[in-house]
């Protein structure tokens, strides 16, 4: 599970770097948000967010930079956190079984280039790739809820 949510992680990232950056939506499939904070800062307060929201449950954190480090490789900070819903998810998957392969939700804190870049599926991409009807009202709470989520300050 760990190796298939790596080589997740590993693929957005690669496709995040590919982008400009300056504007937060890229190809309608990822927001990208550049953060004013430094990256441990940034991932900090986006993480506490996620702990602090009582609909909400942290699932998992990787550290792709540690666990490149472990292996005696260098890649810039690069974080996720994977975290859900099942109020808010499992509707959606009883409309689009095949939504399961992007819940639960992710966002990636990582840097380049001296800047840190906040990164998370876009749920209006995500409704087209699954095909998802009559949930608009659903899929704008989920858009809302991951705003604000990786809004810092």
Request: charged share 25%; glycine share 4%.
């Amino acid at each position: 599970m760990r190796k298939i949510v790596s080589f997740l992680v590993v693929l957005v990232g690669f496709l995040s770097c590919q982008s400009n950056h300056k504007s937060e939506k890229m190809n309608n499939s990822l927001i990208v948000k550049e953060s004013p904070l430094g990256f441990q800062t940034t991932y900090l307060q986006v993480k506490s967010k996620i702990e602090n929201n009582p609909n909400l449950k942290l699932i998992f954190e990787l550290d792709h930079s540690e666990n490149a480090s472990k292996k005696d490789l260098s890649l810039r900070p690069t974080k996720l956190l994977i975290f859900g819903n099942p109020n808010l998810g499992t509707p959606l998957m009883n409309v689009a079984p095949t939504l399961a392969i992007d819940l639960p939700q992710k966002i990636m804190i990582y840097e380049e280039s001296g800047k840190v870049f906040i990164t998370y599926n876009n749920p209006e991409y995500l409704k087209e790739r699954h095909n998802i009807e009559d949930k608009d009202e659903l899929l704008n709470k989920i858009s809302n809820v991951l705003n604000k989520l990786t809004t810092v300050e």
